[in-house]
């Protein structure tokens, strides 16, 4: 029998049975980082972004670092690259792209969505990033720089929108219901309907 005729499943419960051989990795742990992996959703980044736009302290932590301020929310981050966490403001705005694949912070924001892994989305985003904001309906003030940053495989970036105009006697939960995954990647802005 070679591979190719194997389905996943066999394939995957032998790379599994060789993992824990040469204890490189546990089914136990295999069986953790997948329930990490699929606890991961928008929602998860939603309540940071809430907490930071209430909380100064937080807001702080989060900037410097990203897998610690996710700790703080009970949000896992064990065996994730180092999450970069990149601040819009009035004068810049950030667009996050894997040029290269699809890496993406999961762990707060989920699975990426099916456009970020197509090949037409990364060249975009380098390309022509306005046209493509635009394409989502964003649309910038001329005096806003736009900062396209490459999400990498050592290191993943999620985005600290602005927080919309209006809210500002909202409690967290409300705050969160606001932001989608899109805002955390930059190519949408959160908006009160």
């Known amino acids: 029998m070679t591979i190719a005729t194997l389905d996943h499943d066999t394939l995957l419960k032998a790379l599994q049975r060789v993992l824990a051989d040469?204890?490189?990795?546990?089914?136990?742990?295999?069986?953790?980082?997948?329930?990490?992996?699929?606890?991961?959703?928008?929602?998860?980044?939603?309540?940071?972004?809430?907490?930071?736009?209430?909380?100064?302290?937080?807001?702080?932590?989060?900037?410097?670092?990203?897998?610690?301020?996710?700790?703080?929310?009970?949000?896992?981050?064990?065996?994730?690259?180092?999450?970069?966490?990149?601040?819009?403001?009035?004068?810049?705005?950030?667009?996050?792209?894997?040029?290269?694949?699809?890496?993406?912070?999961?762990?707060?924001?989920?699975?990426?969505?099916?456009?970020?892994?197509?090949?037409?989305?990364?060249?975009?985003?380098?390309r022509d990033p306005l046209g493509l904001l635009t394409e989502f309906g964003t649309t910038l003030p001329a005096s806003t720089a736009l900062r396209v940053v490459d999400s990498t495989a050592d290191y993943r970036w999620m985005v600290l929108p602005l927080r919309p105009h209006g809210t500002e006697n909202w409690s967290e939960a409300e705050l969160a219901s606001l932001v989608h995954a899109g805002d955390m990647i930059g190519v949408t802005i959160p908006t009160v309907a």
């Open 22 to 126: 040469k204890d490189i990795a546990r089914p136990d742990e295999i069986a953790e980082r997948i329930r990490i992996t699929d606890a991961g959703t928008p929602a998860q980044g939603a309540r940071m972004v809430a907490k930071a736009w209430c909380d100064p302290a937080f807001r702080t932590l989060m900037l410097a670092d990203g897998a610690s301020a996710a700790a703080l929310l009970d949000i896992p981050m064990r065996g994730a690259p180092p999450l970069g966490v990149l601040e819009n403001t009035a004068d810049l705005h950030h667009l996050v792209v894997c040029t290269l694949c699809s890496c993406y912070p999961r762990a707060v924001l989920g699975y990426p969505p099916f456009w970020f892994k197509s090949a037409a989305y990364r060249a975009r985003a380098v």
